[in-house]
């Protein structure tokens, strides 16, 4: 899990800004039950929240992986 974790990190700090931020903005208040300081986290505060917290690591995957995937269009 260690690697999935460093993994999912990695992969939100890669993010091209304005999307970089507005990511690790939500880690940081889903992390904090919203009372971050607003200052940008690092690595290492972010790997150890999603490495603590499973649910917290779902919840930003599963949300990174609808942002990343191309939208289908709906065919009549």
Excluded at 12 to 20: G, Y
Excluded at 42 to 69: G, I, P
Aim: net charge positive; charged share 30%.
């Amino acid at each position: 899990m260690r690697d999935k974790v460093r993994a999912l990190a990695e992969t939100l700090f890669a993010l091209d800004e304005p999307w970089q931020g507005r990511f690790l903005d939500l880690v940081a208040n889903l992390a904090t039950n919203s009372v971050w300081d607003g200052r940008r986290p690092t690595r290492e505060e972010v790997t150890v929240w999603l490495s603590a917290d499973l649910n917290l690591y779902q919840e930003v995957k599963l949300l990174l992986d609808a942002w990343r995937r191309p939208r289908q269009q709906i065919t009549r």
